[in-house]
């Protein structure tokens, strides 16, 4: 039961247009909540849409966020496209180690610019939550034998020791940063398993949980009932500062579920039945959320797999309601008494308790009765093609003529492949479009496949493989490792093929990294460890592995024997992305599957076989073996989930879960408010984003004698201007390493040295796939691929666009660049604006703009302008070649946002063009972030003054 309340101690200015504040008593603790229904119209909303509501009720200051806004969204119309922006302030803010570590180098230098104003180091400290999970750096290097998960994290610490320094002296040095260590699990699973609160309590304050995460699977957390979802690193660093991050009020999709999941269809069957549903939908840049009988058949385990896959099918999140099963899991996982308690009252005091009689208002409804769902695999390349198992054979023969089964990979071939590797986790583009792809035609028989088969000796076994052939057969990745039904259910697999007297065929490689330390513990406590370890399924780390192309080398002598029969191998993972060239760089074809099946392809070692008819192989006792011999049923599941999984295995595998092992406790660490740079170190350097910076910003100005750095097309998206992949040698990236002693082997990728901005702002814009039209040959053509610019410095000489930039630093000249539609598309990559900035570019002026990275140029410092309606670079006469001015951005000097600015491009015969360029900044947030020359500079000068 809720009263009215007067504001606590610390939230006195936060306004209450609505008078929705109100005190909660559970038990014997109160809280005070912002009511929903004090808002008229709120009660027809979504859930999604509910905490939405809450949040703007929260947080309401009267300039960022006002009544209105809250009155916008309580009278949200389903069907109209989405307009109107409003501003979300995450609860808190989850990281993976590849995407935080920039985050975290931020703040420490944040710190050092506090010292140098004169204020206390001590105040810069995440304002929400902020908690790290390392788990993007262990490599499946060992396998299949009993030490592989001892050898492969002593790997991960010699290749990442710099690196984790750090984040030890960060996780000391902070208030409100965690560090989960490496070995410990991934963090979505460690999220839904320890982290996630889903209400949550702060300064006296009850409120739903929402986050954003710097990985797209942020989404996992959904299933239970949190709204949140990933992000750049530069959003990211603004909630964990404090700051809202701008956001349209979405359409949100009901999917109504009635109906049980049939006995043999597994929680991977329904999130790629679901994923498929979806995609043909189209839900880019929505909310899904689930609803009806069916809901409550959906254990929350299965309600997290599909949460997982949302950037599979595109949607911001995929959103299940709290109920009895959410609080269910939450006792089950060793959450406390009281918890559980506040989550139950007030999920049902706001009307946030699912109730399957209810049918809200959506934009769009879906409608899937469970029992339909048939065992499928996707592949073999995009996550959203599901193929029902008993036509894998066929297929799969489909499919081959695409890959290069003839060919050998050209130069161009190789470079596409580093340029989008799977180590960076990369999002996929809206829509159906997926990352570039290294694709050939081959000859294929009258048969439906052409036949290769080639003889391998390895450990003195003889053996042939062909086409098919399953070289990798991963149980990976977040999406079903926490998932007990699926992984019970593969182990249990693993000990009826043991006892028939199966094998794994010898040219698989298998490896096994669950999520989390609970996973072994109860493969333990059933007594199934030894039959995986049997067919090769030895732990090799806790950490994402295989599902971000973490999957270590095939044996030299499978690899060199698939490259010298151009084999189309493939691998069977239990991931969520498939990508080419994700996988491992000898995989052409890439299939999802469940844990289960994970195993069975194993035992089949070839994707040429229907494993629904054809025997997996033949047992001791001399008969066939077919997976319905050996496929566990749902009864023997739930026995084993009975008397293996308990509260106390949770509690356990959690009780320490910050400490680490001996090897983070030993690592020499940097104490104090203020990190110790090491000025030999290429992983982790101090940032120049607030050199020279003063208390009070200096008035903007406007910009004059600006050369184009790049002249670029539509749909330029952040994978062609963030730096992502391989490093290689010869390029501006490759050569500060090089001179600054690392060996070729040693480069790493650009996501392990996201912390150095001198690696990364030398591969900002250097993606081998990007055409700037600078380049555009005297026929009209599009010119040469890659990083490379004309540096007017150098009469306009072709050079690297890093060489350039320096050029033009060195000569004063500040830098503009000129795109088309859409321009910022994909994933929010931080680097895609920070990059930006540091090599000097002022203006963006583009057709139009992505939202989010729109926002991370103002974050950073750097103005986005748009042509007027209806012009292009293209039909105003630019070439690129002009010098450009903009005059009018001095108005925002006097506390307003101009509408335009003047734009003048000064040709090289004398004359000009000129036109009035739309300044989109947009709202009063963004303004003061540009008047401080970024996000960091206006937070830190607030921090200072507090």
């Known amino acids: 039961m809720t009263t009215p309340s007067s504001a606590p101690e610390g939230t006195e200015g936060n306004l209450d247009s609505f008078g929705a504040r109100a005190t909660l008593t559970v038990g014997d603790a109160s809280y005070e909540v912002f009511r929903l229904d004090a808002v008229e119209g709120s009660e027809r909303l979504p859930y999604s849409l509910k905490i939405l509501l809450e949040n703007l009720l929260r947080t309401e200051d009267g300039a960022n966020i006002t009544a209105d806004h809250v009155r916008a969204l309580a009278a949200w119309d389903p069907k109209a496209e989405p307009s109107t922006e409003i501003q979300f302030t995450p609860g808190r803010v989850v990281m993976q180690d590849f995407t935080g570590v920039p985050c975290i180098v931020d703040l420490a230098t944040m710190r050092e610019a506090v010292t140098a104003l004169g204020g206390d180091p001590a105040k810069v400290n995440p304002l929400a939550p902020a908690e790290m999970v390392i788990d993007h750096s262990v490599i499946a290097d060992v396998f299949g034998r009993p030490d592989a998960f001892e050898r492969n994290v002593d790997l991960e610490y010699e290749r990442n020791k710099e690196r984790y320094q750090f984040l030890r002296w960060g996780q000391t040095a902070f208030d409100e940063f965690?560090?989960?260590?490496?070995?410990?699990?991934?963090?979505?699973?460690?999220?839904?398993?320890?982290?996630?609160?889903?209400?949550?309590?702060?300064?006296?304050?009850?409120?739903?949980d929402t986050l954003v995460g710097t990985d797209s699977h942020t989404t996992m957390v959904?299933?239970?009932?949190?709204?949140?979802?990933?992000?750049g690193g530069i959003e990211a660093e603004a909630a964990m500062l404090g700051q809202p991050v701008s956001m349209l009020i979405p359409k949100v999709v009901g999917f109504k579920l009635h109906g049980e999941l049939p006995a043999g269809a597994t929680a991977t069957d329904?999130?790629?039945?679901?994923?498929?549903?979806?995609?043909?939908?189209?839900?880019?840049?929505?909310?899904?959320?689930?609803?009806?009988s069916g809901v409550s058949a959906v254990p929350l385990a299965n309600r997290a797999t599909i949460g997982n896959m949302s950037p599979e099918f595109g949607s911001t999140a995929a959103m299940f309601p709290v109920d009895a099963e959410t609080i269910e899991y939450l006792r089950f996982t060793g959450r406390s008494a009281e918890q559980v308690a506040l989550v139950e009252a007030y999920a049902k005091e706001q009307g946030l308790w699912h109730d399957p009689s209810v049918e809200p208002v959506f934009s769009e409804v879906l409608e899937l009765d469970l029992a339909s769902v048939v065992p499928s695999i996707a592949g073999p390349k995009r996550p959203q093609d599901r193929i029902e198992l008993a036509a894998a054979k066929q297929s799969f023969r489909d499919a081959l003529g695409s890959y290069a089964v003839d060919e050998p990979k050209t130069a161009v071939d190789e470079a596409v492949e580093e340029s989008f590797p799977a180590s960076d986790s990369p999002t996929p583009p809206a829509g159906d479009e997926v990352p570039p792809q290294v694709t050939h035609s081959a000859a294929v028989n009258a048969t439906g496949r052409t036949s290769k088969p080639t003889t391998i000796t390895l450990d003195g076994n003889t053996f042939e493989i062909d086409h098919g052939a399953v070289a990798i057969a991963a149980i990976t990745s977040c999406t079903n490792t926490s998932n007990p039904s699926v992984m019970i259910g593969a182990a249990l697999l693993a000990k009826k093929a043991v006892e028939r007297g199966l094998e794994r065929k010898p040219w698989v490689k298998t490896t096994l990294a669950p999520g989390s330390k609970v996973v072994s513990d109860y493969f333990d406590r059933a007594g199934l460890t030894p039959y995986l370890d049997k067919l090769g399924f030895n732990l090799v780390g806790y950490g994402c592995t295989t599902c971000i192309g973490n999957s270590g080398p095939l044996q030299e002598e499978i690899s060199a024997g698939v490259q010298e029969a151009d084999l189309a191998v493939v691998s069977v993972l239990s991931g969520n992305r498939n990508f080419e060239g994700r996988i491992n760089p000898d995989i052409k074809m890439n299939y999802l599957a469940s844990p289960p099946l994970v195993v069975a392809y194993a035992l089949a070692g070839s994707m040429d076989i229907d494993i629904t008819t054809e025997p997996l192989g033949t047992g001791s006792d001399g008969q066939p073996v077919h997976l319905a011999d050996i496929w566990p049923s749902p009864q023997e599941i739930n026995d084993v989930i009975a008397s293996a999984l308990s509260a106390e295995s949770f509690s356990s595998s959690y009780s320490d879960v910050f400490a680490g092992d001996e090897r983070w406790k030993s690592l020499p660490t940097p104490t104090g408010k203020t990190f110790e740079w090491d000025g030999e170190s290429t992983y982790v350097r101090k940032p120049p984003y607030f050199e020279g910076m003063e208390m009070r910003p200096a008035p903007v100005?406007?910009?004059?004698?600006?050369?184009?750095?790049?002249?670029?097309?539509?749909s330029v998206t952040t994978d062609h201007i963030s730096p992502a992949g391989a490093i290689k040698a010869d390029t501006p990236a490759g050569k500060y390493l090089?001179?600054?002693?690392?060996?070729?082997?040693?480069?790493?990728?650009?996501?392990?040295?996201?912390?150095?901005?001198?690696?990364?702002?030398?591969?900002?814009?250097?993606?081998?796939?990007?055409?700037?039209?600078?380049?555009?040959?005297?026929?009209?053509?599009?010119?040469?691929?890659?990083?490379?610019?004309?540096?007017?410095?150098?009469?306009?000489?072709?050079?690297?666009?890093?060489?350039?930039a320096q050029n033009y630093a060195e000569a004063g000249t500040p830098l503009v660049i000129l795109a088309g539609k859409e321009y910022g598309s994909g994933s929010s990559r931080d680097w895609a604006a920070k990059g930006t900035s540091l090599l000097g570019v002022r203006a963006v002026i583009a057709e139009s703009f992505e939202r989010i990275h729109r926002s991370n140029l103002i974050g950073m410092g750097v103005l986005p302008l748009q042509f007027p309606q209806g012009k292009t670079a293209e039909s105003l006469g630019l070439d690129g070649t002009e010098t450009y001015k903009f005059e009018g951005v001095t108005e925002l000097n006097d506390g307003t946002t101009p509408r335009t600015v003047k734009v003048t491009a000064a040709k090289e015969d004398g004359t000009e063009v000129t036109f009035d360029a739309d300044v989109r900044i947009d709202t009063p947030g963004e303004a003061d972030y540009y008047r401080n020359g970024g996000i960091m500079q206006y937070v830190l000068r607030k921090m200072v003054n507090s």
Request: hydrophobic residues 40%.
């Open 178 to 208: 965690k560090v989960v260590p490496p070995g410990t699990g991934i963090v979505h699973q460690v999220n839904i398993e320890h982290l996630a609160r889903v209400v949550m309590v702060r300064n006296g304050q009850a409120y739903p």
């Open 222 to 231: 959904n299933g239970l009932g949190v709204l949140g979802w990933g992000v």
């Open 270 to 292: 329904l999130v790629l039945t679901i994923t498929e549903m979806l995609r043909k939908q189209g839900v880019v840049g929505k909310f899904v959320e689930f609803y009806g």
């Open 701 to 714: 100005t406007d910009i004059s004698g600006a050369r184009v750095l790049a002249l670029l097309g539509d």
């Open 738 to 804: 090089t001179e600054h002693g690392v060996e070729r082997r040693d480069f790493n990728s650009y996501g392990s040295r996201r912390g150095n901005h001198e690696v990364m702002i030398r591969g900002t814009f250097a993606n081998i796939r990007l055409r700037n039209l600078l380049l555009a040959d005297e026929n009209g053509g599009q010119g040469i691929q890659g990083g490379y610019t004309r540096d007017f410095t150098k009469g306009g000489e072709q050079a690297f666009i890093y060489d350039a």
